[in-house]
């Protein structure tokens, strides 16, 4: 496993900020995280690297896998390897730029997966980004539409040699959010209250030549039937990731 030097942090999820789309200008803590990650993925659709620096980096650091907003708004498979291995989220300029990222933080917080932030350089400084102003003159609601003023949150994890398994369960409040309706503006739209559950689990693989894990992760696996205007809610997702290295 790798080893964050500050805190002997093992397993967990790292927000790297990598820079403006240099390596010269990524920092020395920021390599030094991306080194000692288990994996590194790289957050691919809020901003982009040149190609060629890119390359540099992952020479630099190691292997680079690519993700995309979907991986990253619902980071199901990012928790799933962070529950066990430390993962590197590399994000052009400073990770707490945008909003994604800043409830990916929150949501890490929910689920009891460690979550720390490297800044980096960034076009608009690391001040933003370090005492969480936002870029956006917009309001809560608009921005996180349907957060419940509360949350109960349980979450609990076993490790039995190989084999690591975990459950979440979570009860939200009512939820409010603005929905635009063409040609009419925004409506208030209201949610009751609900609670489901979440169950993870992670079988490690240890060949002769080979290692990895298998990783089932279950989301909202009681079943639902609130719907807004036909489009099912809080929908059961599962998901299966299957590694191996060489």
């Not at 789309?21 to 901003?47: F, P």
Request: aromatic share 8%.
């Amino acid at each position: 496993m790798a080893d964050v030097k500050d805190n002997n942090q093992k397993t967990g999820l790292l927000l790297i900020g990598i820079g403006p789309g240099d390596v010269a200008l990524a920092t020395s803590e920021a390599l030094e995280a991306a080194k000692m990650a288990d994996y590194r993925r790289y957050e691919a659709y809020t901003a982009l690297w040149p190609e060629e620096q890119l390359v540099s980096l992952e020479k630099s650091v190691g292997k680079i896998t690519r993700v995309m907003r979907p991986e990253v708004e619902t980071p199901d498979e990012l928790f799933a390897l962070a529950r066990d291995n430390l993962v590197a989220l590399l994000i052009v300029g400073d990770p707490l730029q945008a909003t994604t990222h800043v409830d990916l933080q929150l949501q890490a917080q929910e689920a009891g997966i460690y979550c720390r932030t490297i800044h980096g350089i960034s076009i608009t400084g690391l001040v933003t980004g370090a005492i969480g102003l936002s870029n956006y003159n917009i309001s809560d609601l608009s921005a996180f539409p349907f957060k419940s003023p509360y949350k109960l949150t349980i979450n609990t994890t076993s490790k039995w040699n190989w084999f690591t398994i975990g459950a979440r369960i979570f009860q939200e409040g009512e939820q409010t959010g603005l929905i635009l309706v063409p040609e009419k503006g925004y409506n208030e739209i209201e949610l009751p209250a609900f609670s489901n559950y979440d169950l993870h689990f992670t079988i490690d693989l240890d060949f002769n030549i080979a290692k990895g894990q298998i990783s089932y992760s279950g989301r909202n696996l009681k079943k639902n039937t609130i719907s807004l205007d036909g489009l099912l809610l809080r929908d059961t997702r599962k998901y299966l990731t299957i590694s191996l290295e060489l």
